[in-house]
């Protein structure tokens, strides 16, 4: 069902303020806790910055082939995967939030500026298959609020484990 323009322009919003709630989450976390994991296989607050400027640079070039392409396939990835591959431990916190907050700026600035028949656009997904730009906008509207609560959730665990 396609969104109405009072949706779609609440969603652009909660989109755009994304990195601003991405980065409290952050200032909350204590130093000793920013690489901390809840269990084995989950992520600590540092992994999850650095997940969400990969997936961010992945959203800026999805609804770029959404807008401008005919019937795009959009890549799938193993996220998990790269942040093993790409040892997000060793990676530095602070470029990675710039890229997710320069991103996300520039990405806001583009959507917001998009026709209504931008939204009617659709590609494929080599993973979920038809994946159009509200699906997008649904999608990563919602991602770094989803992200934020992970980071706050580890520091309220790291807390009880530390007592």
């Given at each position: 069902?396609?969104?109405?323009?009072?949706?779609?322009?609440?969603?652009?919003?909660?989109?755009?303020?994304?990195?601003?709630?991405?980065?409290?989450?952050?200032?909350?976390?204590?130093?000793?806790?920013?690489?901390?994991?809840?269990a084995?296989?989950?992520?600590?607050a540092?992994?999850?910055?650095?997940?969400?400027?990969?997936?961010?640079?992945?959203?800026?070039?999805?609804?770029?082939?959404?807008?401008?392409e005919?019937?795009?396939?959009i890549q799938?990835?193993?996220?998990?995967?790269?942040?093993?591959?790409?040892?997000?431990?060793?990676?530095?916190?602070?470029?990675?939030?710039?890229?997710?907050?320069?991103?996300?700026?520039?990405?806001?600035?583009?959507i917001?500026?998009?026709?209504?028949?931008?939204w009617?656009?659709v590609?494929?997904?080599?993973?979920?298959?038809?994946?159009?730009?509200?699906?997008?906008?649904?999608i990563?509207?919602?991602?770094?609020?989803?992200?934020?609560?992970?980071?706050?959730?580890?520091?309220?665990?790291?807390?009880?484990?530390?007592?």
């Open positions: 069902m396609a969104l109405d323009r009072a949706k779609r322009q609440a969603l652009i919003q909660q989109y755009a303020d994304g990195p601003a709630r991405l980065r409290a989450a952050l200032a909350k976390v204590p130093p000793q806790a920013l690489t901390w994991r809840p084995p296989k989950e992520w600590s540092h992994e999850v910055i650095c997940h969400c400027a990969d997936s961010e640079t992945n959203a800026y070039a999805r609804i770029r082939f959404l807008v401008a005919k019937s795009p396939n799938g990835y193993d996220q998990d995967n790269w942040a093993r591959v790409f040892a997000y431990h060793d990676l530095p916190l602070e470029p990675a939030l710039a890229v997710v907050e320069t991103v996300r700026a520039t990405t806001a600035a583009l917001r500026g998009l026709p209504d028949e931008a009617t656009r590609g494929t997904h080599t993973e979920s298959g038809r994946y159009g730009a509200e699906d997008w906008l649904q990563y509207a919602d991602h770094l609020e989803i992200h934020s609560r992970q980071i706050e959730s580890n520091v309220e665990q790291w807390k009880k484990q530390a007592r």
